[in-house]
């Protein structure tokens, strides 16, 4: 199980070698840290393309085309080794270096990573759709000797046969030549990733703030126990949280450094968030309009780095193009009945319902508090978030998402608003809560090149 | 010096949160580790009696006269459909081999037995029963 996860961070780290080369803008634990979730991302449609072409589960195939694409990869990244090979042990030194903040940070997040475990105890085999949606899906990925097509056409509506299927490829690819029962497997996925999220937090504000600011950050998210109970319900969720944090960082690294390898980074991540959950897509739409209007009059100088960021994001987006194409059916939740009998009826008492519910769920203990929080700092620091250019698009982005999610929710007719929103926003906003603190910390710390006004 | 009162706040804040955040992480992991259960099985655990005999078998038909709403959530279905994946359990269709019913109560079963002229193969201490049709 292990050595698949090791396997996917080398590929990642060949990836971004091959990306960098010589101009790395990102610290090397960052770099590190998101190797492995490029790699992950990497084996997920690896895995998907064996699925396209054989069918059924062929694990030594997927480790074919793994092998395939690990000679491409080290053959490119090889000329950049070649150069920088006495650099390596120094790269590797300063990662695990010996200073005692960093250690002490190390053992906080290992001591972490034992808590996380023991949250697990109270639902190892996760929450409804755990068992109900993902890892039913990945099991017949896994055992069944019929076409994987199965799972869009011949089960049942309440299983969402169209819901993009990175979390069950990424445990399919996990479990690989694993003779071991199949429940670890998503149940350790689900805790990796819920510790990754606070450590990709401290670490990619590491890149712009200083490091006890940082630290805090990233020890607010991971000690939140409601944050580890959703993040260890092995939903995708936690997928999602973590690669639109790990969009953000590489949002504002882009936009600082106006680098085509950042750029093109930065869209292969945005890729692979379309094909982790359906809101994966609409993130995507949102942060690349927020990108380019960042830009503002200047979006045509800049071509060179939008057709970066355009191909990376065209290449990632492929696989979910495919799979919404020609593999799952309509999704039922979004505009179905999107006729203006319906919306009459429906839109004022849908808006109340929603507004109250978000406001119960905010402020609801069992987040202990932590919302209140983000929202009042984000309150007290709203004429940087509005004015200041690399804050307002990460603040335009939740104030866009909010109301998208909130047109989603009251103009579904399908099932009760009620009912669906007491068993999904909780998890709707736990997603996010990484990017939020994320940009609450940045707005705070980070020194912008005209600080004077403010 | 605004932003570093805001600043000052907001690390403050943070820095009491986390604590805060620990204690009830804390209090929850007890709390489950408390009241654990040894029996405690993973979902579908009703008709796991049932993977034997539906190895290698493709569709199976479910009789149930439970709720099957998502908002009433699917009573044990979903479930069954967990466990005996990567058999496919189609709602409330006879036309299979084998049949599982599962109902509010065994009256109905029977019942159902007795309607589509079924012989029990095998059945769970849940009231799970597994049949199939008499003239196979």
């Known amino acids: 199980m292990y050595l698949n996860h090791f396997i996917s961070l080398v590929l990642g780290f060949l990836t971004l070698t091959i990306i960098y080369k010589d101009r790395p803008s990102l610290k090397p634990a960052l770099t590190l840290l998101l190797s492995w979730g490029v790699g992950l991302g990497i084996s997920v449609y690896l895995t998907f393309l064996s ?40 790269i590797l030194f300063e990662t695990i270096n010996q200073r005692l903040f960093d250690a002490l940070t190390w053992i906080f997040w290992t001591i972490l990573l034992c808590l996380t475990y023991m949250v697990t105890e109270g639902h190892t085999f996760g929450e409804w759709d755990a068992w109900g949606m993902w890892n039913l899906k990945t099991k017949f990925l896994l055992l069944s000797a019929q076409p994987f097509e199965d799972i869009f056409h011949n089960l049942h509506w309440h299983t969402h046969p169209d819901y993009p299927l990175f979390l069950p490829f990424l445990n399919t690819w996990v ?11 998503p149940l350790y996925t689900a805790i990796i990733f819920t510790l990754a999220c606070g450590i990709l937090l401290y670490l990619g504000l590491l890149q712009f703030i200083p490091k006890i600011p940082a630290f805090i950050a990233g020890a607010l998210l991971a000690t939140n126990p409601f944050f580890g109970y959703q993040a260890t319900a092995q939903y995708a969720d936690v997928q999602i949280g973590f690669y639109l944090l790990a969009g953000f960082i590489l949002m504002v690294d882009s936009l600082s450094t106006k680098k085509p390898q950042s750029f093109f980074l930065f869209g292969i991540i945005l890729g692979f968030m379309t094909f982790i959950k359906n ?7 949102f942060l690349t309009g927020l990108t380019l209007l960042s830009f503002g009059k200047e979006v045509f100088q800049h071509k060179r780095v939008l057709l970066w960021f355009f191909l990376a994001l065209g290449l990632t987006f492929i696989p979910t193009l495919y799979f919404k194409t020609f593999l799952a059916p309509p999704n039922d939740d979004i505009l179905p009945n999107f006729a203006w009998s319906n919306l009459r009826h429906y839109r004022f008492m849908n808006l109340q319902i929603f507004f109250t519910s978000t406001f119960q769920e905010l402020t609801h203990k069992k987040w202990c508090w932590i919302w209140i929080f983000s929202l009042s700092a984000l309150l007290l620091n709203l004429p940087k978030l509005i004015f200041e250019e690399k804050c307002r698009g990460l603040f335009l982005f939740f104030v866009i998402y909010f109301f998208a999610i909130a047109a989603i929710y009251t103009t579904n007719t399908n099932i009760s608003i009620s009912w669906w929103l007491e068993s999904s926003l909780a998890r709707i906003i736990f997603s996010l809560l990484p990017s939020l603190l994320f940009l609450i910390f940045y707005s705070y710390w980070h020194k912008p090149k005209n600080l004077n006004h403010l | 010096m605004k932003i570093l009162q805001r600043k000052t706040l907001i690390t403050i804040a943070a820095v009491v949160l986390i604590p805060f955040n620990l204690f009830y992480m804390y209090v929850y992991i007890m709390k489950n580790l408390s009241q654990l259960d040894p029996m405690f099985a993973q979902p579908g655990f009703q008709f796991a009696n049932f993977q034997e005999e539906l190895k290698g078998v493709k569709r199976v038909g479910f009789l149930t006269n439970k709720n099957i709403t998502r908002e009433d959530n699917d009573g044990h279905y979903l ?36 309607t589509l002229n079924l012989k029990p193969i095998d059945d769970t201490g849940y009231m799970k029963v597994l049949a199939v049709y008499k003239d196979q």
Do not use: C
């Open chain 1, 175 to 185: 479990y690989g030549l694993s003779s071991t029962d199949l429940h670890p497997i």
């Open chain 2, 79 to 114: 479930q069954a459909q967990f466990i005996l994946a990567p058999t496919i359990l189609e709602l409330n269709n006879n036309n299979h081999e084998f049949l599982i019913l599962d109902y509010t109560h065994q009256y109905f079963v029977f019942y159902m037995i007795k």
């Open chain 1, 279 to 285: 809101e994966g897509i609409l993130m995507m739409l």
């Open chain 1, 51 to 90: 699925f396209i072409l054989f069918k059924t589960f062929h694990p030594e195939k997927i480790y074919l085309f793994h092998g395939i694409l690990f000679l491409g990869l080290f053959l490119g990244a090889f000329p950049t080794y070649k150069r920088h090979f006495k650099r390596i042990p120094h």
